[in-house]
Nanobody
Framework: QVQLVESGGDLVQAGGSLRLSCAAS???????????MGWYRQAPGKQRELVAQ???????KYSEFVEGRFTISRDKAKNTVYLQMTRLKPEDTAVYYC???????????????WGQGTRVTVSS
């Protein structure tokens, strides 16, 4: 019903920066609204964890490990969310997933959706 397409993952040296993007689109029906859009990550052998989230009202939530290094932003008109990551550390290496919560479509379907993930590798 809804596709989330992420981009921006790459190999970067420690201390570097990356910007991730995630665009949501309806496969057959248009998107009316999305409540929250956010980023999660999953490192090898670890559980998926929240990185940052932004509500439709602009409220943000960050996990502690972000420590002011990452900034989430959102373009509601484009149903797109971004994650600007700076001062990257090797422990930030993971697959980063985009998530859209409470997506409302023109056909009245509502649901939560995940992207396919984009890989971020930080070398020391």
């Amino acid at each position: 019903q809804v596709q989330l397409v992420e981009s921006g993952g790459d190999l970067v040296q420690a201390g570097g920066s990356l910007r991730l993007s995630c665009a949501a689109s309806g496969s057959s029906w248009g998107i009316i609204s999305i409540r929250d859009m956010g980023w999660y990550r999953q490192a090898p052998g670890k559980q998926r964890e929240l990185v940052a989230q932004m509500s439709s009202d602009g409220l943000t939530k960050y996990s502690e490990f972000v420590e002011g290094r990452f900034t989430i932003s959102r373009d509601k008109a484009k149903n797109t969310v971004y994650l600007q990551m700076t001062r990257l550390k090797p422990e930030d290496t993971a697959v980063y997933y985009c998530k859209a919560d409470d997506v409302r479509l023109e056909n009245r379907v509502r649901g939560d959706y995940w992207g396919q993930g984009t890989r971020v590798t930080v070398s020391s």
